[in-house]
């Protein structure tokens, strides 16, 4: 069994967990923010993370995969958002694309790399496409370069999203990741009965906290 409780400050809300009951009721997780949604999902993960350590950082990807939906596949922000995604980059998105029509389609990735007065440029060639990235350092215009390409072989998709279904092998959406979490739960034999109902009643609160646009 778990219970909130939420109690609100100057400009803040704080939100707790509590787990179990009668003598073994404990606060499992505490959250603040500046809305009930947001203390709520600290909180959350808070309680996750006593359940399982890696799920929080998973959840934090998630969050920053959906920053990524919106883009387009030629969007100047794509390099720097993956990055802070921590999933793959254009240009190790182009090498997957390469890879996979070796048999149909064989392509070979060339480059040139040039001091400019920006900074530095990269000139990349794949197939009959080739083209310029420029930037500050060596590995953001490669990717710059590789995103280029990608949007050449691909002029149909409409986002960088597509993309990433396509090539990523470790994107998900954040169902599935839930998901992914939850067969590990069950199946591990150190987990309790009260962990497994734990995270079953925490997952649907993460779910219905995804679907509100507004504060409780």
């Not at 939420?6 to 505490?30: H, L, M, P």
Request: charged letters at 30%.
């Amino acid at each position: 069994m778990y219970e909130w409780t939420f109690s609100q400050g100057e400009g803040f809300y704080q939100a707790e967990v509590y787990i179990g009951e009668g003598e073994s009721r404990q606060r499992s997780g505490k959250g603040v923010g500046k809305t009930k949604k947001e203390a709520k999902k600290r909180a959350a993960e808070e309680a996750l993370s006593v359940v399982m350590p890696h799920f929080v950082p998973t959840l934090e990807q998630a969050d920053k995969m959906k920053e990524l939906e919106g883009l387009k596949v030629d969007d100047v922000r794509v390099v720097e958002k993956s990055s802070a995604a921590g999933i793959d980059s254009p240009y190790m998105l182009l090498c997957e694309f390469v890879r996979r029509n070796e048999l149909f389609l064989p392509l070979e990735i060339t480059f040139n790399v040039t001091q400019c007065q920006s900074g530095v440029k990269y000139v990349m060639s794949c197939g009959q496409h080739r083209v310029e990235g420029t930037s500050l350092n060596k590995q953001t215009a490669k990717n710059i370069a590789a995103q280029k390409i990608l949007k050449l072989f691909h002029p149909t998709l409409s986002s960088w999203a597509d993309l990433l279904q396509l090539y990523n092998k470790d994107t998900n959406n954040l169902d599935s990741l839930h998901d992914k979490e939850v067969k590990l739960l069950a199946e591990s034999t150190v987990s309790s009965q009260l962990n497994r109902q734990l995270l079953s009643k925490l997952r649907d609160e993460m779910k219905k906290l995804g679907e509100r646009t507004g504060a409780d």
